[in-house]
């Protein structure tokens, strides 16, 4: 990095804090949001079959087929930024001949998927790695699960991604947030004709980060930000070291093959992973949602909801639930203030939507909001646009 390249990486992250303490304060909780309009709503998401039944090569086909292009002006956005850290290009090349080695060490079915999504896109192998491995390393979420006074569970989430991924003075927004609205998908997986899970996806990544197994659990995930973090495990992993799951594989397998809340839970407590991470799970009956706070190779805690303390919602940003959120990055409180205030009465999607939907907790960074309800299999998800005054994350 030259000097020229230092001072304008200083500046941004001086204009960008700037901002953030301009526009990071807290507003009132918002209300009437739902059903969602208005300057904050950007724009449905469009539903894709994906059929486990056929070959994992040719079943993301249909949705590569319609985001080709996005997928493409994504890809470029990523190059463009490497290009600007490692100005000589030489990060690609590392990318297109180092990282295609990687596939045959990925778990079936996800290697293949992998290849097969670079094949109908013409993205080159390495990139479609790059592409999915990037969501493990980038996002700051929120998640909450919530019983309503009759049992029922709602899972609501913001999916906040791109931070330090070039901000854009002029309108005050960052470059790959921008790029990943239009890959946002939502996707039936279906096995003999029926629906086992449905998420809300990336096209082109094959993990998950947001989904609902009808009648038996929801799922999400969010990033942990630890020393031993990311970095960490997938260097370990590029070097050789595999005993270690992709956090998204994980989810995905979870939501694919797990039986129940218990085996879910069970699975994403013991599972050797990469890197740390939060997963939000809520279940099918009263007394089932929890956040586990995982390291890589075990969970430190295991936070339940607890009606008779009180507590009818778990609620997780990016931070152990036990310590106090970094001072700059308090989305927690603001969201914790507006469901206190909502009461478990009252709670419902168009709540929900309502606390996911003020600022800080929808921010600069917010791709898309999605509620689940387990009982019904309900899962909806909007694009999220934050106008100014807003905080950049
Ligand atoms: C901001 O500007 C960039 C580049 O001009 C554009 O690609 C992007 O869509 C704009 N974002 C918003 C939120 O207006
Ligand atoms: C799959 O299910 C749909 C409705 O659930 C039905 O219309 C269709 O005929 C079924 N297809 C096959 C191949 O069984
Ligand atoms: C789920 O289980 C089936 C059957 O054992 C297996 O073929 C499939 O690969 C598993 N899915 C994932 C994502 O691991
Ligand atoms: C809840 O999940 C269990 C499996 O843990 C299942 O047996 C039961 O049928 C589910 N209940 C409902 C109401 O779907
Ligand atoms: C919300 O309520 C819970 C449970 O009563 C309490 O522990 C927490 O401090 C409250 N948080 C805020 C921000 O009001
Ligand atoms: C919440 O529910 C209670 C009782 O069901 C009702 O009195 C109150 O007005 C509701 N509050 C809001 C903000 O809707």
Request: charged share 20%; proline share 5%; with cysteine.
């Amino acid at each position: 990095m030259n000097s020229s390249r230092l001072c304008c990486a200083i500046w941004t992250l001086f204009t960008v804090l700037l901002t953030g303490c301009l526009y990071g304060q807290t507003e009132e909780c918002k209300t009437s949001m739902y059903p969602p309009k208005g300057p904050t709503f950007k724009g449905s998401v469009q539903w894709y079959t994906v059929n486990l039944d056929e070959p994992p090569v040719t079943r993301w086909d249909g949705v590569i087929k319609d985001k080709k292009n996005e997928l493409v002006a994504m890809i470029q956005a990523i190059k463009v930024l490497a290009n600007s850290l490692v100005p000589s290009g030489k990060l690609i090349d590392l990318v297109d001949n180092g990282l295609p080695l990687m596939l045959g060490s990925m778990p079936y079915p996800f290697n293949e998927e992998i290849q097969g999504i670079s094949t109908a896109s013409g993205v080159p192998l390495g990139e479609v790695i790059l592409f999915n491995i990037f969501y493990e390393v980038f996002t700051v979420c929120t998640s909450v699960v919530a019983e309503d006074t009759h049992g029922n569970l709602y899972h609501g989430r913001n999916l906040d991604f791109g931070l330090l991924m070039g901000w854009n003075h002029k309108n005050h927004s960052w470059a790959l947030t921008d790029k990943l609205k239009p890959l946002a998908v939502n996707i039936d997986f279906k096995r003999n004709n029926v629906t086992v899970f449905k998420s809300t996806n990336f096209a082109g990544y094959v993990g998950i980060l947001t989904g609902v197994r009808p009648k038996l659990f929801t799922l999400t995930m969010n990033e942990r930000f630890n020393f031993d973090g990311g970095y960490v495990g997938i260097l370990e992993w590029i070097l050789g070291n595999r005993d270690g799951m992709w956090m998204g594989f994980l989810t995905r397998s979870v939501l694919e093959n797990a039986t129940s809340y218990e085996d879910a839970k069970k699975q994403l407590t013991h599972t050797k992973l990469l890197a740390p991470a939060y997963f939000i799970l809520g279940g099918n009956q009263t007394g089932q949602g929890c956040v586990i706070t995982r390291t890589r190779v075990n969970a430190l805690d295991v936070w339940e909801i607890e009606l008779k303390l009180g507590r009818w919602y778990v609620l997780e940003t990016n931070y152990d639930h036990w310590e106090k959120p970094f001072i700059l990055d308090d989305r927690r409180t603001p969201a914790m203030r507006c469901m206190n205030k909502t009461t478990q009465n009252n709670i419902s999607f168009k709540t929900l939507y309502d606390v996911l939907s003020t600022k800080p907790v929808l921010n600069k960074l917010t791709t898309y909001t999605t509620l689940m309800e387990v009982s019904t299999g309900k899962l909806e998800t909007f694009l999220r646009e934050c106008p100014d005054p807003c905080s950049p994350w």
